[in-house]
């Protein structure tokens, strides 16, 4: 018992260091105007994409290429792939996108790394079995027939909100996606390159899959040979009407930075789609969106890398609740100018959400500096509990921005009772079996993650007995996994479910005797790492073995201990170690090392690496056990 007790009080000595340099470290983070962002780390099918598209619109340069292939050059794995994530076994596409951009700069084909890296292509069955984005790319310079590319044609613009196959069954960000590509489908253009990507031809013949027309492979297969068949002649006015269209939406929707939703798919396709509408790239919509591609770019010794997307809003938020749980006073000028910062953030406008909810107000936030077309539950409901928690002088203001935030979010609510990211009723559908969508997730259902931060939010506003809440509340207990765990739709993966459900079901008033609890914290307890820590991988996506498997991370960790303090989980021997395993690996700066991506954009195909994951959670979970 004495052995017991002594190593008790070590680590809460050490814990309590750890959280001290933490926190500081934290609010040393916070930008002069108030907000806190981490950067975003993907993988280098961003920065071969981003040299492809400089060099379609004839705007390469020689100093931003060196520097772009440098880092992809370094991301370069020992088998001569590139992956998606650290750790990733390699992929066949995003090899393909790298390879054929250091040949663009200049790499000698003959060097060891593109040697390596046209081996791998091969054995995976060459270019010929790529992902449809890789051969949309390859198509714009020739190297690819566009006959071989799925028919997105312009016409699809036209169809009404509710019909199967509108943009508007699409999740937002396969929807801006979409608008654009049809434009550059129906010019299928050709810029060629002064050299071919012959050597990464397998010269196998591409079987077609006809499919039954029994399945909806089978008719989206007769579509599609139809729709590449009226490409031949389509009806002029119709494809005017289309075009006219789909240019509009996409002008409309261009944010106050230049980009499109702030992410990286919609913004180079659109600017793709302006360019062969006439716009050059000296106009106003253009020179916007490449300025706002250089703010996106990383510089670092000599390499640079493109941000797929920035994330101040969700940051600043998360920040706000780890230093309040790290003992910072509610009334501490920093939590003040972040509150100040969020309120001028708030989305006050109507956009695509509004189409299957057009009578709700708009309100809520959205993740990024500038995406007011696109406010999400997730960020709202964050955002809300975050501000709750700040002594803020003009309360007035507070309280009405929350009021629509919340309003806002009730009326998000889907109609199976749980809550989407960014559009109520996006369910999947039959728009996923289109030949286009053969890369990541194209709808968007509700999720236990952001259904779980919903009902925090809910519950913490005082209406958890409402209707609403109380239909969340059953979503969420039915959605529990077999084994306990519960799905992360935008966290890696399981760990990162059960961490938010957990805190859901405490606020909500769930006693931790009930056995969806008791059962959430014995998978928790079961994924225990050997070291103290948790982790799991990205690959948990695809492949059921590694459910709650992986190396260690700081903001896994801390997902997990927060999951077992919102389940009044005793301080026992797994909470002690998880707590030494984060005091014992912090550096000395007060953060973590974290090379391991925690966040999903797209589950099994695009992760992210949030550089303030690896601080902020562990804040929160330190603060919250040694409270």
């Known amino acids: 018992m004495t052995d017991v007790l002594a190593g008790s009080s070590q680590v809460e000595e050490s814990a309590r260091e750890a959280l001290a340099r933490a926190r500081d470290h934290l609010l040393s983070l916070q930008r002069h105007a108030g907000y806190w962002r981490g950067l975003l780390e993907t993988n280098v099918s961003m920065d071969a994409e981003d040299l492809l598209l400089r060099e379609f619109l004839g705007i390469r340069e020689q100093v931003r290429s060196r520097q772009s292939a440098a880092w992809i050059r370094s991301q370069q794995r020992e088998d001569g792939s590139w992956g998606n994530f650290f750790g990733a076994p390699g992929d066949l596409s995003t090899t393909i996108e790298s390879y054929a951009a250091l040949k663009l700069v200049g790499d000698d084909v003959d060097a060891d790394h593109m040697r390596r890296a046209r081996e791998f292509i091969l054995a995976g069955g060459g270019v010929e079995n790529a992902r449809v984005f890789t051969h949309i790319w390859l198509s714009l310079f ?10 997105l044609p312009p016409e699809l613009m036209l169809l009404p909100g509710g019909a199967p196959l509108s943009i508007y069954s699409f999740a937002c960000w396969g929807r801006q996606t979409v608008a654009a590509l049809t434009v550059v489908w129906a010019y299928r253009p050709v810029r060629p390159l002064p050299f071919g990507l012959e050597e990464l031809f397998t010269g196998a013949s591409r079987a077609v899959e006809r499919g039954s027309l029994t399945t909806l492979r089978g008719w989206f297969g007769l579509l599609d040979r139809f729709l590449h068949r009226y490409e031949r002649r389509p009806l002029k006015w119709l494809r005017r009407l289309a075009l006219g269209r789909a240019e509009r939406w996409i002008i409309a929707r261009q944010e106050a930075d230049g980009s499109w939703g702030g992410i990286q798919p919609p913004w180079v396709y659109s600017m793709m ?19 706002g591609l250089d703010s996106f770019t990383v510089y670092e010794e000599g390499r640079c890398w493109l941000e797929a997307c920035q994330s101040p809003v969700w940051d600043t938020a998360l920040a706000m609740i780890a230093l309040r749980d790290a003992g910072l006073p509610a009334d501490d000028p920093a939590l ?19 189409v299957r909810r057009p009578s709700l107000e708009p309100g809520g936030w959205a993740f990024e500096f500038e995406n007011d077309n696109y406010p999400d539950v997730d960020d709202t409901a964050e955002v809300v509990i975050a501000l709750r928690r700040v002594d803020h002088p003009d309360r007035a203001r507070v309280d009405a921005a929350v009021r629509r935030g919340v309003n806002w979010l009730v009326g998000m609510q889907s109609s199976n009772d749980g809550w989407g990211a960014f559009d109520a009723d996006n369910f999947h559908g039959i728009v996923e079996r289109h030949p286009f969508c053969d890369f990541g997730e194209v709808t968007d259902p509700p999720s236990a ?3 779980a931060h919903a009902l925090e939010m809910l519950a913490l506003e005082g209406m958890r007995d409402g209707d609403s809440a109380q239909r969340g509340l059953e979503w969420l207990l039915r959605e529990q996994e077999a084994d306990g765990s519960w799905y992360g739709r935008w966290g890696v993966n399981h760990v990162y479910g059960t961490g938010a459900a957990l805190p859901a ?87 973590w090392d974290e090379p391991y991506y925690t966040g999903t954009g797209f589950p099994g195909d695009f992760y992210i690496n949030y550089h303030l ?15």
């Open 336 to 354: 003040v100018k972040a509150a100040d910062w969020l309120l001028d953030e708030e989305v006050r406008m109507r956009s695509d959400w509004a």
């Open 449 to 451: 993650d952001v259904t």
């Open 613 to 627: 994951y690896r601080l902020v959670f562990p804040v929160t979970a330190l603060g919250r056990w040694l409270a």
């Open 505 to 591: 079901l405490e606020a909500m008033g769930i006693e931790a005797s009930h056995p969806a609890m008791r059962r959430g914290v014995e998978w928790l307890r079961a994924h225990q790492n050997d070291d103290g820590g948790w982790g799991e991988d990205c690959r948990s996506y695809v492949n059921r073995e590694w459910i709650g498997r992986g190396e260690s991370t700081a903001s896994q960790t801390a997902w997990a201990l927060i999951g077992l303090h919102a389940a009044r989980h005793p301080r026992d021997e797994v909470v002690e170690r998880g707590l030494a395993w984060l005091a014992s690996t912090q550096r000395e700066d007060g953060t």
């Open 142 to 151: 020739g190297i690819w027939s566009w006959d071989d590319v799925p028919a």
């Open 273 to 291: 789609a302006l360019d062969l509408r006439g716009y050059p790239v000296d106009h106003p919509l253009q020179q916007a969106a490449l300025e």
